[in-house]
């Protein structure tokens, strides 16, 4: 970095990321700030376990959803167009530029949904993290199965385990054993 520190562009993209979730303009509201937070501890976890570039990992998480929070309009292809964005910010914040192809690389390659090969550790700390991140955020599924759905109590119980049903099976190997207990844990509150 050139006259920025990690310590900085790190605290300043968490502020970032906050604003652009308070805004009227973000359709997820308040909880994707929530999801996002979850996304950053467990790809901090994962990526001592997968022996990754922290810092990389710790602001590929902290941007993976920028574009989903930023423009509703960009959701279907948030991960390519967030990409751009983190690009964009980083390079105003003096980021080293050699280290931000490999920070798109991540939020590139996030999502379990859209196949695609993640190549690095890093990319698959980020891709597992955003997946477990459901695991950390079940009253927010709760919410939006009977507030923002009004679905019936089974019918939202039914959506949850599906969604975290899902989430786990879109983990790496390493991750689906190291994550194992909480998987099970949650799902039983589920029954």
């Not at 050139?2 to 990321?17: R, S, W």
């Not at 990389?56 to 998480?61: G, H, L, Q, R, S």
């Not at 390519?80 to 590139?108: V, W």
Request: proline content about 3%; aromatic content about 10%.
């Amino acid at each position: 970095m050139k006259d920025t520190t990690y310590q900085q562009i790190y605290q300043a993209l968490q502020t970032e990321v906050y604003n652009r979730c308070i805004l009227p303009s973000n359709k997820f509201g308040i909880g994707c700030y929530y999801h996002i937070e979850a996304v950053v501890r467990n790809a901090e976890l994962l990526a001592e376990k997968f022996h990754a570039d922290k810092e990389t990992v710790m602001i590929a998480a902290w941007l993976h959803d920028i574009a989903s929070v930023t423009d509703y309009s960009l959701y279907e292809e948030h991960h390519i167009h967030g990409a751009e964005i983190a690009s964009s910010l980083l390079t105003q914040m003096q980021y080293d530029t050699q280290k931000i192809p490999l920070i798109q690389a991540c939020i590139r390659n996030h999502r379990g949904s859209v196949p695609g090969a993640k190549v690095s550790a890093e990319e698959l700390c980020i891709a597992d993290a955003d997946a477990i991140s459901h695991f950390d955020s079940v009253p927010s599924l709760l919410y939006l199965a009977y507030v923002e759905r009004r679905m019936s109590i089974s019918e939202g119980i039914d959506f949850v385990r599906g969604k975290l049903e899902r989430s786990y099976r879109k983990l790496s190997p390493a991750s689906k054993e190291f994550y194992y207990d909480k998987y099970q844990n949650v799902m039983a509150i589920l029954k």
